[in-house]
T-cell receptor
């Protein structure tokens, strides 16, 4: 079964600083990988996805992530944090069975300090 | 295009009762998945429906059941509610699975007392 580990349940950065949220997956076959963002009392919004094309994936709101097979990682970055980036971020990997369901990490709460 | 809509947004039920949650998938999406998100945790896969048939199931007991209708809308039914069923229930729709990504609704917050 797939699993996802997000290092750091809480990350704080200053406004304008680099955002780095870490995600490692366990899989013998490179899966599809996703980053979702969740604002309070809302559902999940897709930031970006990796589907076996370019290893550097650009998403919405200035976020990007790099797939590194050798490190089984898919870390999310943004060069300059905005106050509006404060939210919970989830990394997810899809199963290669018939349902292709998503297995999520436990999430990282990002706080942006003024 | 409309997104994924879920109803109701909030619900309070008593232990032992039954509940039905509803989801209208994004226009054209034929695959619907349901997830349970307990407080402070990531969503956990309950099951998926593709063209009205269950297409996969997570580690949830049979008292969690579902339906998908010809218009691809869906229901999640939970019988014999337990306190631990209190969670945010998320519906996600997709056109053909993970390659295209899943569009999530805003969820139904279920509280069991």
């Amino acid at each position: 079964a797939q699993s996802v580990t997000q290092l750091g349940s809480h990350v704080s950065v200053s406004e304008g600083a680099l955002v780095l949220l870490r995600c490692n997956y366990s899989s013998s076959v490179p899966p599809y990988l996703f980053w979702y963002v969740q604002y309070p009392n809302q559902g999940l919004q897709l930031l970006l996805k990796y589907t076996s094309a370019a290893t550097l994936v650009k998403g919405i709101n200035g976020f990007e992530a790099e797939f590194k097979k050798s490190e089984t990682s898919f870390h999310l970055t943004k060069p300059s944090a905005h106050m509006s980036d404060a939210a919970e971020y989830f990394c997810a990997v899809s199963d290669r069975g018939s349902a292709r369901q998503l297995t999520f990490g436990s999430g990282t709460q990002l706080t942006v300090l003024p | 295009e409309t997104g994924v809509t879920q109803s109701p947004t909030h619900l309070i039920k008593t232990r032992g009762q039954q509940v039905t949650l509803r989801c209208s998938s994004q226009s054209g999406h034929n695959t619907v998945s349901w997830y349970q998100q307990a407080l402070g945790q990531g969503p956990q896969f309950i099951f998926q429906y593709y063209r009205e048939e269950e297409n996969g199931r997570g580690n949830f007991p049979p008292r969690f059941s579902g339906l998908q209708f010809p218009n691809y809308s869906s229901e999640l039914n939970v019988n014999a509610l337990e306190l631990d069923d209190s969670a945010l229930y998320l519906c996600a729709s997709s056109l053909g699975g993970d390659r295209y990504g899943y569009t999530f609704g805003s969820g139904t917050r279920l509280t069991v007392v």
